[in-house]
């Protein structure tokens, strides 16, 4: 039995407006991805306990999904709040889950500029504690350093310089030459571009530059043509302003109630995220955070 406990906003309100048809792209233990007609990015089963992510529902399983009998090639249907596996005889009510906004402007901001100082200076602590070899952690705290992060570190500079120019076809170019690089499912630069590319939606929105928000998702597509389905599925979502719920609690806690304790919280479960993923994604929201808005340029 499968039961939804939570599901994003976004996908709720699609599953009660449109009826898709597809089918299940691709499992994992904690995670099942369907691909649905008519949509470039992938719908999310998230397992309970992991954070949910954008398009996706949280759902309560007795056992990993690799060993529920979900398989790659499966159909699947969204229609009249629910998800269904007609092969499994599996139907998941989103209609009765708890709804969760993983959109960055349901995050209200009352601190700014030293929210953003004391964000940036968690994030570096934890990620001292990263894989300097295997993450991309090196590009945040100046330690070691590996392949992919001396690779990288010159086109990200190009790419945090354009957007601070306004250069919208640099920047797109930029966000392109940095995508699927790096080991993993999601490469390490996608994980990475994808906590810039939301952070750079609170940051923008903050600044009044509403107009320039406009540029986030064409670097998103622009990245997105470049790497994998699943990953690009996390670029499109970030260049929309959407993120896991955990990223969404850490700069609710800091931006919004200015609760360093909650904060370390969601920052251990952001971190936690695959083997390296957690990682670069912070290493993604301490760049936009030092280049764009508070924290060091050094």
């Given at each position: 039995m499968i039961t939804a406990t939570a599901v994003c906003k976004r996908l709720q309100l699609l599953s009660t407006e449109h009826?898709?048809?597809?089918?299940?792209?691709?499992?994992?233990?904690?995670?099942?991805?369907?691909?649905?007609?008519g949509r470039s990015g992938l719908i999310g089963l998230i397992a309970?306990?992991?954070?949910?992510?954008?398009?996706?529902?949280?759902?309560?399983?007795d056992i990993p999904f690799t060993q529920a009998g979900v398989c790659a090639g499966m159909a699947a249907?969204?229609?009249?709040?629910?998800i269904e596996l007609p092969q499994m005889g599996i139907e998941i009510d989103l209609a009765a889950a708890k709804a969760v906004d993983l959109c960055v402007d349901s995050i209200e901001m009352r601190y700014d500029r030293n929210a953003a100082d004391a964000l940036t200076e968690q994030i570096t602590a934890?990620?001292?504690?990263?894989?300097?070899q295997a993450s991309l952690a090196p590009l945040i705290t100046g330690s070691g350093g590996n392949a992919y992060s001396r690779f990288l570190e010159p086109r990200l500079n190009e790419?945090?310089?354009?957007?601070?120019?306004?250069?919208?076809?640099?920047?797109?170019?930029?966000?392109?030459r940095v995508a699927g690089c790096g080991m993993g499912l999601t490469p390490s630069s996608d994980d990475l571009l994808t906590g810039y590319l939301f952070t750079l939606h609170l940051v923008l929105r903050e600044?009044?530059?509403?107009?320039?928000?406009?540029?986030?998702?064409?670097?998103?597509?622009?990245a997105a043509e470049r790497t994998n389905r699943i990953s690009a599925t996390f670029l499109l979502q970030s260049g929309e302003g959407l993120a896991n719920a955990a990223i969404c609690d850490l700069f609710r806690s800091m931006f919004q109630f200015m609760d360093p304790a909650?904060?370390?919280?969601?920052?251990?479960?952001v971190f936690e995220i695959g083997s390296t993923s957690g990682a670069d994604m912070l290493a993604g929201i301490a760049l936009a955070l030092r280049k764009h808005y508070g924290g060091s340029e050094e």
């Open positions: 009826t898709s048809s597809g089918a299940v792209h691709s499992v994992f233990d904690h995670a099942v991805n369907l691909e649905l007609a309970e306990g992991k954070p949910l992510t954008p398009y996706a529902a949280s759902v309560r399983t249907l969204l229609r009249n709040g629910r934890v990620l001292l504690r990263a894989d300097a790419l945090t310089a354009a957007v601070s120019l306004g250069a919208e076809d640099a920047a797109i170019q930029a966000a392109s600044q009044g530059r509403g107009d320039a928000r406009r540029l986030i998702p064409r670097m998103a597509q622009a909650a904060a370390r919280r969601a920052l251990e479960r």
